[in-house]
């Protein structure tokens, strides 16, 4: 698998499950993590603000989930929403849980960047486009810098908010 900033990772299996045991680790590292879900920058899409919350357990369902799971993974997207735009990253986002067939289970907290408006329009009816643009444009050194910036953000306010 290559990441967002060009680099291999190596995997054998769930690539979940190996950054949830620390197997590798992306540039920006991981923003905030507990005894039952990581959250990080997405690994292959270098866009500003695009965090991915996951469970440690390997799941492929959202209905797999404890009800306590639900409740934190939920309180996790909304602290880091809360944190991205009380940072001026993006005022606007979408939340999209990702089920796929032997797929680890994991939820999406997309930014609605006035680019991506620019871009496409509709950004919900032309998410794939978004994804394209991102991996061929916005793979630069000054993007990847912003990236690492607000991965700290994120570490920083969860740090001091437990």
């Given at each position: 698998m290559i990441n967002y900033a060009n680099e291999e990772i190596n995997l054998n299996g769930c690539p979940a499950?190996?950054?949830?045991?620390?197997?590798?680790?992306?540039?920006?590292?991981?923003?905030?993590?507990?005894?039952?879900?990581?959250?990080?920058?997405?690994?292959?899409?270098p866009i500003q603000g695009f965090f991915v919350v996951s469970p440690k357990r390997h799941i492929e369902n959202f209905e797999e989930l404890s009800k306590q799971e639900r409740i934190e993974i939920f309180e996790i997207v909304n602290k880091t929403i809360k944190?991205?735009?009380?940072?001026n990253i993006c005022d606007r986002f979408n939340v999209i849980f990702e089920e796929k067939q032997n797929?680890?289970?994991?939820?999406?907290i997309?930014?609605?960047?006035?680019?991506?408006?620019?871009?496409?329009?509709n950004i919900s009816n032309n998410i794939g486009k978004i994804f394209e643009y991102a991996k061929t444009n916005?793979?630069?050194?000054d993007n990847l810098k912003k990236i690492n910036e607000i991965t700290q953000i994120i570490k920083e306010k969860f740090m001091y908010q437990q």
């Open positions: 499950c190996a950054y949830a045991k620390n197997e590798f680790t992306l540039p920006c590292g991981m923003a905030y993590e507990n005894d039952r879900f990581t959250l990080s920058q997405d690994w292959k899409l944190i991205l735009k009380s940072n797929v680890h289970f994991h939820v999406w997309m930014p609605r960047h006035k680019w991506m408006n620019d871009l496409v329009g916005l793979n630069t050194p």
